[in-house]
């Protein structure tokens, strides 16, 4: 699964209007997320992979079945990816 290129190059950072960068998401970000949001998927898994990171807010949305949350409210901070053990936006 993989969100439409061009789409990813006109969404913005909803809290800042910068610019957003996909990142890959540590697996237990990608397990807790998927968790959350299992309820929202009737038939399927969700499947929970990338993000995208605002450095401007450091803010982590993430996309959920090729779908973007670009909600600030369900959005992570960006020391998620830190505490996995990489720098924001390292894999």
Known sequence: MA????LLAILRCPKT???LELVDL??????????KYREHF?????VVEK???SRDSQLLYPIVSDIPVMLVDEALPASVLESAGGA???P
Request: hydrophobic share 25%; proline share 14%; net charge negative.
């Open 42 to 46: 009737r038939d399927e898994e969700p």
């Open 26 to 35: 540590p697996a237990e970000v990608r397990q807790t997320l998927a968790e």
């Open 3 to 6: 969100v439409d290129p061009e």
């Open 88 to 90: 924001p936006g390292q």
């Open 51 to 53: 993000g995208l990171l």
């Open 17 to 19: 209007k910068g610019e």
